[in-house]
């Protein structure tokens, strides 16, 4: 039982690249949530999926698509990286709605965008 | 405006101390709170959570919080702190928005540090 897993852990882009970021949960989660988390600006949400085939914008979703591929996998996507989105992007998942339920965090991928 | 608060960036403990961290809340309607745990390069931990019933709310490690209601609080606490409980530490409360909508704000989080 791994739990929640990232991939990759480490990724540095130049501006304008693109690039996908995995997460799968073996936990048999309905929800999943993308996170990034910024010194001092605590943990922002960026996209959620409360359910397989439902996706929905968090607090900061600007520049960032998300694919819910199955009930396992929740995908973030970067179509145009810029340097206000070097972050730490967290992948999370609970059994129900993050209001009630808590939720399973990855270990998180550290972004550079130079 | 419905928000949470964590009002120390940092909080010093000895080993051995007991510690808190405080988390203070505004919101309509009944609070649901939460705290997490992330240590260094990690994710965040679920430690425990307040729905509702009784105000002392036991979570992991060994960790417990107070749900106040009165003082709109829930406070984190240890009787008795442990340097490998030196880690960030988040309060996150429930809101509801227009159309229902529920949802999680986070505190900016509290660094802990526990000295040998």
């Known amino acids: 039982n791994a739990g929640v897993t990232q991939t990759p852990k480490f990724q540095v882009l130049k501006t304008g690249q693109s690039m996908t970021l995995q997460c799968a949960q073996d936990?048999?989660?309905?929800?999943m949530y993308w996170y990034r988390q910024d010194p001092g600006m605590g943990l922002r949400l960026i996209y959620y999926s409360a359910s397989e085939g439902t996706t929905d914008k968090g607090e900061v979703p600007n520049g960032y698509n998300v694919s819910r591929l199955n009930k396992r996998e929740f995908s973030l996507r970067l179509e145009s990286a810029a340097p206000s989105q070097t972050s730490v992007y967290f992948c999370?998942?609970?059994?129900?709605?993050?209001?009630?339920?808590?939720?399973?965090f990855g270990p998180g991928t550290r972004l550079t965008v130079t | 405006a419905q928000s949470v608060a964590q009002p120390e960036d940092q909080v010093n403990v000895a080993e051995g101390n007991p510690l808190t961290v405080k988390c203070t809340y505004s919101?309509?309607?009944?609070?649901?709170l939460f705290w997490y745990v992330q240590y260094p390069n990690r994710g965040l931990q679920f430690l425990l959570k307040?729905?509702?019933?009784d105000n002392l709310v036991k979570g992991s490690y060994g960790f417990e919080a107070e749900f106040n209601k009165s003082q709109t609080s829930f406070h984190l606490k240890k009787p008795s702190a442990l340097v490998s409980d030196s880690a960030l530490y988040f309060c996150?409360?429930?809101?509801?928005?227009?159309?229902?909508?529920?949802?999680?704000?986070w505190g900016l989080g509290t660094s802990l540090a526990v000295n040998p």
């Open positions: 919101v309509s309607g009944n609070p649901y």
């Open positions: 996150a409360v429930r809101v509801v928005g227009a159309g229902n909508n529920r949802k999680l704000i």
């Open positions: 999370a998942s609970s059994e129900g709605g993050q209001a009630y339920y808590e939720q399973y």
């Open positions: 307040y729905i509702t019933g």
């Open positions: 936990m048999n989660h309905n929800s």
